[in-house]
């Protein structure tokens, strides 16, 4: 997972297709084949014209990046809120697969050997790219750099050929400052130096200088490592696939970072300056005010006088209505894998060659992780996991985008710190590897932090293609049950901003025993074949889950009954919930694995939702129809 926020602030078209094609090459340059991408979205509020402005841009680059190079994008997840009103968040995820033997790593060993610059030509574009990023103030002349979508199509290929070449030593991508970050990097990994010759290095203009060649950000730029005497055979590769290479440097014995340009030596610095040794912040943190104040605040209950009318404000709400204005512009089918694609929990994707496949989810609810960092990065975590579950599949590992405010904010280091150490704790609790991930700093909006937000991006295995499972109803006459505990908790909630204008008080709690068992019974109850379909229950609550379940079921609707306090039982966004269908003839089966379950209902055929509570009768009746239409419009009016 990679972010471009602030290309995407600049020019939003070029820097979210840019983000993609950057991911992409990570990918690539392991010597894995990119299957799926995803991505993980911020913005403002829709009212805003410059948001509206933003959000079509970021998602029309998105799409032709995506689109043109072949990848299928299968899903990703979208928030709105007011402290990314300046500061949008644009984070790209990717997922490849490799045999185990082809993995190939960035390094530059065997003094020596040559470096092969592959790629586009060297231009002026991006320069600063990565140093703007870095700041509290983002120069508009730091335009990001434009991408080809077809050259990175050709560029795939052509290192996935390579990769079987026994002249390869090592290989990476160029992205954030270019050829001063790969090169440096693949040497002081490797134990080595390199020399750079930039009077090779193809430009795309004229006398660029050696400060512009080495800072350039120029898109579709790859950087290998041969064995000497190679280099004409692995040249030969990528000119079969249009693509240009050329020798630019050698790996030396010394351990320096040499540069040289017209005869003359412009750098030279030990590389592990560069990489190893650079510097460690410690910086100073502080709780702030604002969180001993809402960890003191008693849990209040929004007031709701028409339950009914709130769940329909609720569905109209950007953050939980219909993505599809969004993912109807992707091709989210390319390559035939796709089994599940976008407006699910999780995307679910076929691994060439085996009757497997892999769930796919990005997810983080930055809302909690303001309120309370240490639970909301642990709610984080598990909201993904819920969603890999709920498709069937076995959580593999972790891969996240951390964004966050001006670390030297003292307590935005505070957020950073605290959330980071719920995340770990919580992957430590499932038994889930963090993987990979990238950090975005300085995300200030009008001069303020945006909330802390990880994103969390999660895999999971599903090895056999019969345990997919669907998140909508499946049938009249199904059992609706409700797993986990309802306790009176808004803090955060999509409710108490509807309701109040705000966040405030505590975040949901979070018990990750707990968490982790309710996981592992619905999976061992799917893979059972006892679950007709499953759905996580997170923004708007339990109200909302069962009408999206009855949404996307074609016709279905649902009879419910609730009791308590009906606020709380419709709308509170307690963690560790889910909603299942299960068959009549399967409930003593899915009842006997043990579920803190509750029975709450049946799928009808009537295409209403009819909400009963035990002790005042009926309090939503809707046409799953109109409710639809509420759901699936509400982001394209935003925007029209």
């Known amino acids: 997972m990679e972010s471009h926020n602030s290309p995407s602030k600049i020019n939003p078209f070029e820097g979210a297709a840019t983000g993609i094609g950057g991911i992409l090459r990570d990918v690539f340059s392991m010597g894995a084949r990119p299957i799926a991408a995803m991505n993980s979205l911020r913005f403002g509020p829709l009212t805003n014209e410059r948001t509206r402005y933003l959000f079509k841009e970021v998602v029309r680059g ?3 990046y995506g689109n043109n190079v072949g990848v299928p994008t299968v899903g990703g997840d979208l928030q709105f809120d007011e402290c990314y009103e300046d500061a949008p968040l644009v984070n790209a995820m990717v997922v490849g697969y490799l045999k185990h033997e082809d993995i ?3 390094v530059a060993e065997g003094a020596g050997n040559l470096v092969v610059y592959a790629g586009a030509p060297t231009g002026r574009d991006g320069i600063h790219g990565a140093t703007h990023s870095s700041k509290d103030e983002i120069s508009e002349d730091a335009k990001p750099a434009a991408g080809d979508p077809f050259l990175e199509k050709r560029l795939i290929e052509a290192c996935l050929e390579v990769i079987h070449h026994d002249g390869l030593v090592g290989m990476q991508d160029m992205g954030a400052a270019g050829l001063t970050s790969s090169g440096s990097e693949m040497a002081s990994k490797a134990g080595t130096g390199m020399v750079l010759y930039l009077d090779k290095v193809p430009q795309a203009e004229e006398n660029m200088t050696a400060y512009e060649m080495m800072l350039s950000e120029t898109q579709e730029r790859m950087l290998l490592v041969v064995k000497k005497g190679t280099e004409n055979e692995i040249i030969d590769i990528f000119r ?13 014995e010394e351990k320096v970072f040499r540069v040289e340009h017209k005869g003359k030596v412009w750098a030279e610095i030990p590389v592990d300056a560069l990489d190893k040794d650079a510097p460690v912040y410690y910086l100073p943190k502080r709780e702030p005010e604002y969180f001993r104040t809402f960890q003191a605040k008693k849990p209040e209950v929004p007031a709701v006088r028409d339950h009914s009318e709130t769940l329909k404000r609720l569905l109209a709400q950007p953050t939980i209505a219909s993505k599809a204005w969004v993912y109807e512009q992707f091709d989210s089918e390319a390559n035939g894998r796709t089994l599940v694609g976008p407006g699910h929990g999780a995307a679910v994707v076929k691994i060439p060659d085996r009757q497997k496949a892999i769930a796919i989810t990005t997810d983080a609810n930055a809302r909690y992780i303001y309120l309370d960092p240490k639970t909301g990065g642990k709610i ?4 993904a996991m819920r969603n890999i579950v709920c498709a069937g599949a076995k959580p593999l590992g972790i891969t996240d985008g951390l964004n966050y405010g001006n670390p030297t904010n003292e307590e935005v280091f505070w957020q950073m710190e605290q959330s980071i150490e719920g995340i770990s704790e919580a992957c430590r609790a499932f038994d889930i590897p963090v993987i990979s991930g990238n950090v975005s700093m300085y995300n200030q909006s009008y001069g303020k932090p945006i909330f802390p937000t990880p994103m969390i991006g999660m895999v999971g295995l599903i090895d056999n293609l019969d345990n997919i499972t669907p998140n909508s109803f499946q049938q009249a006459g199904d059992a609706i049950y409700l797993i986990g505990e309802t306790k009176v908790e808004f803090g955060g909630s999509e409710l108490q901003r509807l309701i109040n204008g705000e966040y405030s008080g505590k975040a949901p709690e979070i018990d990750l025993k707990v968490e982790k068992d309710q996981a592992e019974k619905l999976l061992a109850a799917i893979q059972k074949g006892i679950v007709q379909s499953a759905e996580d229950i997170a923004e708007g609550g ?10 996307r079921s074609n016709g279905l609707g649902a009879h419910v009954t609730i009791s308590g306090d009906k606020t709380v039982a419709l709308f509170s966004e307690s963690q560790s919930r889910y909603i299942v269908t299960v068959k009549e003839e399967n409930t003593k089966a899915f009842e006997a694995l043990g579920f803190n379950a509750k029975r709450i209902g049946t799928v009808t055929d009537d295409g209403t939702l009819v909400i009963l509570h ?5 309090i939503i009746r809707e046409p799953v129809s109109s409710l639809e239409v509420i759901w699936k419009e509400s982001i394209a009016k935003s925007l029209n």
């Open 62 to 64: 998105l799409a032709h």
């Open 104 to 106: 190939q790593r960035g």
């Open 240 to 252: 079969k696939h249009d693509v240009n290479a050329v020798v630019v440097g050698e790996v030396l």
């Open 380 to 383: 984080a975590v598990a909201e």
């Open 542 to 551: 339990l109200a909302v889950a069962l009408s999206e379940s009855v949404i």
């Open 614 to 618: 035990e002790e005042e009768g009926e």
